[in-house]
């Protein structure tokens, strides 16, 4: 569908909501980036913590990369509809 098929108030709603999830998911992975970069910081020796280390490393280096994922993915959402009116599934 061109942009200009959708009513102007769908569309601007559509904008506003993707917007929304947009800088929510940025502040998700901006929280996990930082708690991975705190848990790393924690850990840097990793042969002197043993397990529990990398695996508390594992998981947040895991949360940081699904947060990031989601940013991106809702990031072309909102590029496809601003740019070619391609409206999310």
Known sequence: MAPSDYPP?????LETELLRKLRE?????????????????RYK???DSGSDGRVALERAAQIELE?????KNILKQFSDLILRGIKPP
């Open 45 to 47: 020796d990793l042969s």
């Open 67 to 71: 947060a990031l994922e989601n940013f």
């Open 9 to 13: 108030e769908s569309r601007a709603k």
């Open 25 to 41: 998911a940025e502040k998700k992975y901006k929280i996990a980036a930082a708690k991975f970069k705190e848990i790393k910081q």
